[in-house]
């Protein structure tokens, strides 16, 4: 709970300005939960409805574009053989079988698209 105000004050030492401080705090809040909102409604939409049109598409083209223009430039740093990587890897198994695995195989949802589409976003 006290995340969010800690890495505010951290950041005040290397802005430097209390009103860009504040300008950058707030900026940031308010992108954050505008991707909140977007996130929850499309993960409404796909997981719980089933429901996928061409507005959906656009969101995935979009987010697609992005991605590989951000990520090409970044290729020489995304090598199997990254220590970043690899400890990152070993860090999501555990939180594979502790959380999603067994999300994914109870209820009346088993082996559903529902749990992939949750997985998924």
């Known amino acids: 709970m006290l995340l969010v105000p800690v890495l505010a004050l951290a950041a005040l030492p290397l802005i430097g300005n209390t009103t860009t401080w504040v300008t ?33 598409g656009a969101f995935i ?37 502790r959380w999603w695995a067994p999300a994914c195989s109870a209820g009346p949802s088993s082996g559903s698209s529902s749990c992939r589409s949750t997985a998924s976003t």
Request: with cysteine; glycine share 8%; charged share 5%.
């Open 61 to 97: 083209a979009v987010g697609a574009y992005l991605a590989m223009t951000t990520l090409l430039p970044l290729a020489g740093w995304m090598q199997a053989d990254s220590l970043a990587l690899n400890l990152a890897a070993l860090a999501a198994s555990p939180c594979w079988r």
């Open 24 to 56: 950058l705090t707030i900026a940031a809040l308010a992108m954050g939960m505008m991707i909140f909102v977007i996130a929850s409604g499309l993960t409404l939409v796909f997981g719980l409805m089933d429901v996928l049109n061409f507005g959906h």
